[in-house]
């Protein structure tokens, strides 16, 4: 049951992260998701929920700052009341983020700039066990990939892509810290 729940969990971010990006590039602006518990403000928990907004600056909010604020149009909200665990991390820096955006091409920005570095969306359940933690990574392109057990040791690994586009597979996820 548990790892259903991961699996749906899985599925509701994950068009989250796909509904950021098409209104990126469909509106042509940097478009941010942020964890919210009332729909309105960025929280930093992202097993709170999420918003999507219009990072443009309106109404004398800061643009591509990650945060909503000013009139920044809100273009999607989800109120998340299931008991798993997210996290977001820049898996080369190994810091937490507490926001992503997508640029006009479609691409993930941190602090207003393109990363190619990759983002691990992880997602646990509620009693945080590593076997049950599933994740997303984030590639440059703005492709969005599933983790898997490459080294068949029950976990699933974050993963990378090179130049060429190959995949890797790198450290097993940890739901230690989240
Ligand atoms: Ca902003
Ligand atoms: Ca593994």
New binding site residues.
């Given amino acids: 049951m548990r790892q259903n729940a991961v699996f749906s969990d899985r599925k509701l971010i994950n068009s989250t992260l796909m509904s950021a990006r098409y209104e990126a590039v469909a509106r042509n602006k940097t478009v941010s998701l942020c964890p919210s518990a009332d729909g309105e403000s960025c929280s930093n928990d992202w097993s709170d929920g999420w918003i999507v907004f219009l990072d443009d600056g309106e109404g004398s909010g800061t643009a591509r700052d990650g945060v909503h604020n000013g009139d920044e149009l809100i273009v999607g909200a989800s109120i998340y009341e299931g008991d798993g665990h997210f996290s977001v991390v820049d898996v080369s820096e190994n810091s937490a983020l507490t926001y992503l955006s997508f640029n006009e091409f479609g691409r993930p920005a941190v602090g207003g700039r393109q990363v190619s570095r990759p983002i691990l969306i992880q997602i646990c359940d509620s009693n945080n066990d590593d076997i049950f933690a599933r994740g997303l990574m984030l590639i440059g392109t703005g492709r969005v990939i599933q983790t898997i057990?490459?080294?068949?040791?029950?976990?699933?690994?974050s993963r990378f892509a090179d130049s060429l586009n190959t995949l890797s597979s790198t450290a097993?996820l940890s739901c230690a810290a989240s």
């Fill in positions: 057990d490459a080294n068949g040791d029950g976990i699933h690994e097993n």
